[in-house]
């Protein structure tokens, strides 16, 4: 596996990200607040993450884990999309901070109903920050916004979110289904060889 150039960023990241979680007192709105501009910073300059994390699958997206807390108190993955991808109505039941690294990203927004009620979309370009959580509004869809190009993103979660059972909405019926995500991957990228 190759060592990219800005490696220095993820781990930097994953220090900072650390630091956190780990202070006394942190709560879903701190972390999320302290955490933007960690990610925002990450995401700014495209050089570290490694091909293997942004290799798309050609039937549907997929994410593949950075890396995980040791206490599970946060993951940071990263989120491939092929053209016209899209993920089903979903929840995600922790905080999360979504960045876009590759690309641009399309969200439909939705207020818990039967069916989920449609309250807005947005579209999240390259460098920006967007941010999930329970108390915030927790239900979307998202998608490629681009055609014919690969998108990336990087998401921070409150967990190990693909050991997290979430629920995906059926937009007709509303009817929910208990999911867990899992990654795409079983190898880690190591931003802490500083040898390379
Ligand atoms: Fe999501």
Redesign the pocket.
């Known amino acids: 596996m190759t060592t990219p150039p800005g490696q220095d960023r993820l781990r930097h990241f994953i220090r900072d990200m650390t630091r956190l979680v780990s202070e006394p007192g942190a709560t879903e709105d701190s972390l999320l607040a302290a955490g933007r501009p960690l990610l925002a910073a990450l995401i700014a300059t495209d050089d570290w993450l490694a091909p293997d994390f942004a290799q798309p699958h050609p039937a549907h997206y997929v994410q593949y884990l950075l890396h995980c807390d040791p206490l599970e108190r946060f993951s940071v993955v990263s989120f491939v999309w092929g053209p016209g991808q899209r993920?089903p109505i979903?929840d995600?039941t922790v905080w999360?901070l979504?960045g876009v690294l590759r690309g641009a990203e399309e969200a439909e927004l939705f207020a818990p109903g039967t069916p989920p009620v449609p309250t807005g979309h947005e579209r999240l370009e390259a460098g920006m920050v967007d941010a999930?959580s329970p108390t915030l509004g927790d239900i979307?869809r998202?998608a490629n916004a681009l055609p014919d190009t690969v998108s990336v993103s990087i998401h921070v979660y409150g967990a190990n979110i693909g050991a997290v059972p979430r629920h995906t909405f059926d937009p007709v019926t509303g009817a929910p289904k208990t999911f867990i995500s899992g990654y795409a991957n079983d190898r880690l990228p190591n931003p802490w060889r500083l040898s390379a």
């Open positions: 993920t979903h995600h999360g979504i999930v979307h998202v």
